[in-house]
């Protein structure tokens, strides 16, 4: 039955650790440099580390030689299990040129520009925890992207080290993009103890190679001892029971100095007395903003079709917010003579500023990140779509955000400038990490006449299903692009398979958010009336798979949410609702498997004609 596990665990052992050994022989080591260090670097070191003055020479000189804005330092002296922490997390292939790469490394010591750790807001300091140093060099990443390196340096001491402290380093690393890399070594082990009776060959075989491949790994880049074959084994099987007992440790101090605290008049623990005020505050600011009901965010409802004007408008659905479960239900209506869908009624500016809050900013931050990340390849493959029309000089990403696609584009057009429109403070957010050259923080249709001319391509990806007025956005881009310019476009396609089959699951409806699905022949007609002409109609290459896993996720969301979500009504500490969030978590578990497997089986159907979720379009305005 479970015979094959043990086969499955050597099999993986054996390729992860050719694939581990390659991305340590990788990097490189750094020689000794008579060379003062450069005045513009600074050094962010862990407690503990040791630092000569030897070694900052030498990485000095390294960084100014590769033009690095920041390196990560990997110590010579770093532990075996340290050291496959760094391997297993660094692809050192593609580090340094992939821009959307999250910031990792050994968490020891970091060599930073001094203009990128002010534009990041990290102090050089030396008496940081390794924890600390995991946000400090992601944080990093984010602001010199294409500039970011790791390099084993000679000379530096590395901190001393604890099962638990990686345990926490490991959860702080993967607990948002690589949830499941967590938990890999618990099945790894699980799978070995079956074997170990099912199938004694291969569960012994197993447990040699788990023994014997941090060795294979490390050896001739990390200084092994003969006690290392017997500790470093232990170390990694022990570390999970060391952390648990080092957090109950934590636990009791933390209990004894509340006791203590209070006793003398003083907060039990500042930081946790902050978080849980700023949790509080976040809970009262949406109570009150929804005391009068979700319906004063709605404005007035209107009768006719704001694409055509027609007044035979169906209800086309009626949802409430599936993926965050504010308050409120949202209609869409559809007109019966263009087809176009629309919010009816539309959420006021104040309603959409609260409705918007918190989806990918505040609570939802770090999940928004990883959802960038894992999207990458679709980034680059929106800025390859201009290879076969024209090489372009100035790029204007409309509603760009923080800048992921500016960021990513530039590895694909690494000579052309980017711009970007948007709210101040995403926007600003991107011209501090760099990630595009001009920020607008202003409206587009308020900046088109000042920019008539000035770019080659003008990109709009999801933004028009929640602009404020399409039509108007299509006028501000024939007037901003100049006779022969690119208008590039990635929308919601409102007749997609999933949207007929999946109803009110369908992602594709973006409840409360989006106010209008276009169809593309509207999309098409509406810009040959303005000038351009259209040169692209793609469909099948613009599916986005995953809408049955997504679906999946909406159910779950819909039928017990988040108790600590701060707009729901009742208390957040309720054991009635968290029993009910993780019943239906569990039982989800299995179907959200099966929507998976079927949404990767189902995605070639999906790609043919037009019964693809998303559609693309690119026109070019004649002379």
């Known amino acids: 039955m479970l015979w094959w596990a043990p086969i499955l665990v050597v099999v993986g052992l054996l390729v992860n650790g050719v694939r581990l050994r390659g991305r340590l022989r990788r990097l490189d080591t750094l020689p000794a440099s008579g060379r003062p260090v ?66 990792r490394g050994a968490f020891q010591a970091l060599l930073v520009r001094a203009e990128v750790a002010h534009r990041a807001g990290v102090e050089a300091r030396e008496d940081y925890t390794p924890v600390e140093l995991v946000e400090i060099t992601e944080r990093l990443k984010r602001h010199a992207p294409a500039s970011t390196d790791l390099a084993v340096l000679p000379g530096l001491g590395a901190a001393r080290d604890d099962g638990a402290t990686r345990v926490r380093v490991q959860r702080r690393s993967w607990s948002v993009i ?81 006791a203590e605290a209070k006793a003398a008049g003083l907060p039990p623990d500042p930081v946790k007395a902050q978080a849980k ?149 995403t926007i600003g957010e991107a011209r501090r990490r760099g990630w595009v050259d001009r920020a607008y923080p202003a409206s587009f249709a308020d900046i088109a006449d000042s920019i008539t001319g000035g770019y080659d391509v003008i990109s709009m990806f999801g933004y028009l299903e929640r602009s404020r007025d399409p039509s108007e956005d299509l006028d501000a ?23 007929r089959l999946l109803g009110r699951l369908w992602r594709g409806w973006g409840v409360p958010g989006v106010r209008q699905l276009i169809p593309v022949e509207n999309l098409v007609a509406a810009l040959a009336d303005r000038g351009m002409r259209t040169v692209l109609i793609q469909f099948g290459e613009a599916h986005e798979p995953g809408d049955l896993l997504a679906a999946v996720g909406l159910a779950t969301q819909a039928l017990a949410p988040s108790p600590t979500l701060p707009w729901l009504l009742g208390s957040p500490s309720s054991p009635v609702r968290w029993l009910a969030h993780v019943v239906v978590l569990t039982a989800a578990a299995a179907p959200a498997i099966l929507a998976g497997l079927a949404g990767a089986v189902l995605v070639p159907l999906l790609r043919k004609g037009e019964r693809s979720n998303t559609y693309r379009v690119i026109a070019r305005l004649d002379a």
């Open 477 to 499: 881009a024939a007037k901003a692009l100049g006779p022969g310019g690119y208008l590039v476009m990635e929308l919601a396609n409102p007749a997609a398979l999933g949207a």
């Open 178 to 258: 690589k949830p499941i890399n967590m938990y890999l070594p618990t099945l790894r082990d699980v799978a070995t103890g079956i074997g170990v009776h099912l199938n004694r060959p291969w569960g012994l075989a197993a447990t040699a190679l788990f023994w014997c491949q941090p060795f294979f790994v490390c050896a001739g880049r990390v200084p092994v001892a003969p006690r290392d074959l017997i500790r470093s084994p232990i170390v990694r099987i022990t570390a999970g029971l060391e952390y648990t007992v080092s957090t109950v440790r934590a636990w009791r101090k933390a209990q004894r100095s509340a």
């Open 277 to 425: 005020a700023q949790a509080t505050a976040r809970r009262e600011r949406y109570q009150r903003a929804f005391a009068a009901g979700p319906e004063t965010f709605l404005a007035d409802r209107r009768p006719d079709c704001p694409w055509c004007g027609s007044f035979e408008l169906v209800v086309r659905l009626a949802s409430r917010d599936l993926e965050l479960r504010k308050p409120g239900r949202f209609q869409l209506d559809e007109c019966l003579v263009c087809g176009h869908v629309f919010q009816n009624p539309r959420l006021t500016p104040v309603g959409r500023v609260l409705y918007e809050r918190d989806r990918k900013d505040g609570l939802n931050e770090k999940r928004a990140q990883a959802a960038v990340v894992a999207g990458a390849a679709r980034l680059r493959a929106r800025a390859e779509l201009m290879r076969p029309y024209v090489l372009p000089r100035a790029w204007l990403d409309v509603g760009t955000g923080i800048g992921s696609f500016c960021n990513v584009a530039r590895s694909v057009w690494p000579r052309t400038a980017f711009d970007g429109v948007g709210p101040a403070e």
């Open 38 to 103: 450069d005045p513009d670097h600074l050094f962010v070191c862990a407690v503990g580390v040791q630092l000569t003055e030897a070694a900052r020479r030498s990485a000095s000189y390294h960084a100014s030689r590769e033009r690095l804005d920041v390196l990560d330092l990997v110590p010579a002296d770093l532990t075996i299990e340290r050291a496959l922490d760094v391997a297993r997390m660094v692809d050192t292939r593609t580090y340094r040129n992939d821009r959307l790469a999250p910031g």
